[in-house]
T-cell receptor, first 113, second 110 residues
Framework: GAVVSQHPSRVICKSGTSVKIECRSL??????MFWYRQFPKQSLMLMAT?????????EQGVEKDKFLINHASLTLSTLTVTSAHPEDSSFYIC?????????FGDGTRLSIL | DQQVKQNSPSLSVQEGRISILNCDYT??????FLWYKKYPAEGPTFLIS?????DKNEDGRFTVFLNKSAKHLSLHIVPSQPGDSAVYFC?????????FGGGTRLMVKP
């Protein structure tokens, strides 16, 4: 069964809306989670590293005020896309560190109208 | 600077034949490599990995080969099945950080 639960799987909303995406570790505590973004027909690009109890680390070119990351507990990391615009439409995926780093969430398809 | 490259964006193979997906990398710090399979609107699914100290790892129909001197790895699927049709990503791992290639879309025709 899934060990990483990502919700929602799909969001369609109007421009200017803020959208929160949740990533839960189901089987054990995760002090670190990774957030990726994938544009159509492109690779997964790391956006940020989420650390429990401390500030997230953002990759170059990713606006931290636009993509708010909160990792308040050992089982939940959230990514909030603030004041989303059509160019933010993408597929967002979280990944949890585990003994083998293969545990991804199922992703969230975000469509901004 | 693309540290991991998959130069073939797509590959079409007949059912029952071998599928070979290739991946090149530049970062010598990668300590192991992974292959993922991805369907549209889903997260990647882990397929197989190989440590940088090995040159081959086999799991059922899937075999990964690593040529460190050439900084090249390949995924062999034999025999290919229509259900294997998906996008395949290779990734290099340095600690907990993964760097992905651009993916190769595999189409297995019945």
């Amino acid at each position: 069964g899934a060990v990483v639960s990502q919700h929602p799987s799909r969001v369609i909303c109007k421009s200017g809306t803020s959208v929160k995406i949740e990533c839960r570790s189901l089987d054990f505590q995760a002090t670190t989670m990774f957030w990726y973004r994938q544009f159509p027909k492109q690779s997964l690009m790391l956006m940020a590293t989420s650390n429990e109890g401390s500030k997230a680390t953002y990759e170059q070119g990713v606006e931290k005020d636009k993509f708010l990351i909160n990792h308040a507990s050992l089982t939940l990391s959230t990514l909030t896309v603030t004041s989303a615009h059509p160019e933010d439409s993408s597929f967002y995926i979280c990944r949890r560190i585990s003994n083998q780093p293969q545990h991804f969430g199922d992703g969230t398809r975000l469509s901004i109208l | 600077d693309q540290q991991v490259k998959q130069n073939s964006p797509s590959l079409s193979v007949q059912e029952g034949r071998i599928s070979i997906l290739n991946c090149d990398y530049t970062n010598s710090m990668f300590d192991y490599f992974l292959w993922y399979k991805k369907y549209p609107a889903e997260g990647p699914t882990f397929l197989i990995s190989i440590s940088s100290i090995k040159d081959k790892n086999e799991d059922g129909r899937f075999t990964v080969f690593l040529n460190k001197s050439a900084k090249h790895l390949s995924l062999h699927i034999v025999p290919s099945q229509p259900g294997d049709s998906a996008v395949y990503f290779c990734a290099g791992a340095a600690g907990n950080m993964l760097t992905f290639g651009g993916g190769t879309r595999l189409m297995v025709k019945p």
